[in-house]
Structures are given as structure tokens and as C-alpha cells.
């Protein structure tokens, strides 16, 4: 029997504010403008096998009307954190009649405190045959489905424990790390021992920053470094995405950096299959 695979869909790449970002006339903006193509980038989110997505911004539109994503096979969705960019809830609205026909089941929607507290006071009212909602501890698993998700503690913010999630489905372990600064010890800890067959990491601020709350180059060389010490990375699809236009360079300068360290550089609709 052909083992089943996940096929992943990074939907957007980049930071809160897009790229271009709205309203700027710095360089680098005005080039992606020019220059189209990968250096166009939508606010970050990933879809899993089409049923599953990791959050939930502005440009959810965009993903299913140009990138593909077919947003009525949604079941479940995992929401990171709070932060506007990736829980962009008044979207959920659109899941009832008149504006979404035959779905025939409810969406699942899981996360942490803060994020559940929202959506469960804006969109319980649709009812639970259109909509359920889940509160996530770090650290402990939900299946999801096929899908088996952990979430694990981000270094992001002060006021929120924000989330990112590890993944597992048919023996393929996946690790989905947006938005988050160097891990957090307790993160590091749990990944001892696990083995992950492919990355997806934030690198929010590229040349710049220090790696607190948001990924820089050299914070993320920093934790492939320590996956691949601590033997839960041994090879596999790595990536970096989101990214803020404030990184200052082309797509195809932010791979010249990134993969001679073993790293390639997402776009908008870049697809692995593992």
C-alpha cells in the first residue's frame, strides 16, 4: 500500500504588514512592485492536505481566489496567536448561508486563551453545526482529524502565550515555527527526541533584529544548528518565511543568503510534498 503524503501549501510569506507593504515608498517595497513575481508576498499562513490551515489573516481571499487554496474543504484551523495578521476573525462570518452553501461539517478552530476567547465571543453565535472552538495548552496534543497537532510555546509576547505548532500524519513529522523568537526552553526540551522531516520557520527580520520575539538570520542558523545537534533534524525541506519588507532585499537575494546554510527562501504558493 503507497504511503499517503502531506502536501503543504505556504500561502503567504510574509510579515504583518505585507510586501509591498501598504503605504510605504521605501526602496525595497518599490522594487517588489516593479519586479513582481516572488517578491510579492501575502500575510503568512500554511494549508495542510487542503482540511487543515495554520492561521488565518487579511489575505485569506487572495490565498483561495489566486494561490489555489480551496478554503470549503477547511475542517480544521490553528491560530498561532492574537495578532491581527494571523487571526483575522470577522472572515468567519462568511462560513453561513447566504455567503458559504454546503458545507456539511462544523470548522474546528484551535488556540491558545486569547485566541479562543475571541473567536468563541464573536462566532459561537453561528451555532455549532457551522462552527466549534477549542482552547490548546502548550504542549499537549489534539487529533485533528488525520492530523495530530502539538502546540508549543512561541517567545513572541509579553501579554500572551503564543503558539506554534508541530505536526505529525502517516509517520511524517512537520514543524511550523511563526511567530517566535529563539525558542523557549521548555520548547527546546519537548523537541528533544523528535524527529522532524521537514521545517517551516519565521525569519521575520532577516539582517536585522536580535532574535527575541522575532527570527533574524543569524537566530535562525542558530536553531537549525541546535535541531541538527540535538538529532531532530537530519535533513528534509528546511525553509524560512515571513518576512518583513524592512529585511531590504529581493527574493533572490534572501536565498543567496539563506541556502548555502541549507535553507531555502518561500514564496507565495511554494508547495512541499513529503
Not at 35 to 52: E, F, P, V, W, Y
Request: glycine content about 8%; proline content about 5%; aromatic content about 10%.
Amino acid at each position: 500500500m503507497a504511503v499517503k503524503k502531506m502536501h503543504i501549501r505556504i500561502l503567504g510569506t510574509a510579515a504583518a504588514e505585507g510586501w509591498p507593504a501598504i503605504f510605504c515608498s521605501c526602496d525595497t517595497c518599490k522594487k517588489a512592485r516593479e519586479i513582481g513575481g516572488k517578491n510579492l508576498r501575502s500575510r503568512a499562513s500554511i494549508q495542510i492536505n487542503d482540511t487543515h490551515r495554520i492561521d488565518f489573516g487579511p489575505d485569506v481571499w487572495y490565498h483561495e481566489g489566486v494561490l489555489g487554496a480551496d478554503m470549503s474543504k477547511l475542517e480544521h484551523l490553528f491560530i498561532t496567536h492574537s495578532h491581527w495578521d494571523h487571526l483575522a476573525h470577522p472572515h468567519l462570518h462568511y462560513l453561513v448561508p447566504p455567503f458559504g452553501h454546503g458545507r456539511n461539517c462544523p470548522l474546528h478552530v484551535y488556540g491558545n486563551e486569547a485566541a479562543a476567547k475571541i473567536v468563541m465571543e464573536n462566532w459561537e453565535r453561528l451555532g455549532p453545526e457551522f462552527i466549534r472552538v477549542h482552547t490548546l495548552e502548550p504542549f499537549v496534543s489534539v487529533q485533528a482529524g488525520s492530523i495530530t497537532f502539538t502546540p508549543l510555546l512561541a517567545s513572541h509576547m509579553l501579554n500572551e502565550r503564543a503558539l506554534f505548532y508541530l505536526f505529525s500524519s502517516h509517520d511524517k513529522t512537520g514543524l511550523y515555527a511563526c511567530d517566535t523568537g529563539y525558542f523557549p526552553e521548555e520548547t527546546w526540551e519537548f523537541l528533544e527526541g523528535i524527529h522532524l522531516d521537514f521545517v517551516i520557520s519565521e525569519c521575520t527580520s532577516g539582517p536585522a533584529g536580535d532574535g527575541k520575539y522575532h527570527l533574524n538570520f543569524e537566530a535562525l542558523f542558530q536553531v537549525k544548528e541546535r535541531l541538527e545537534k540535538t538529532g531532530s533534524y537530519t535533513g528534509g525541506p528546511f525553509v524560512a518565511t515571513h518576512f518583513s519588507h524592512n529585511v531590504g532585499m529581493m527574493h533572490e537575494e534572501i536565498s543567496a543568503v539563506l541556502e548555502p546554510r541549507g535553507i531555502l527562501a518561500a514564496f507565495d504558493g511554494m508547495e512541499i510534498h513529503v
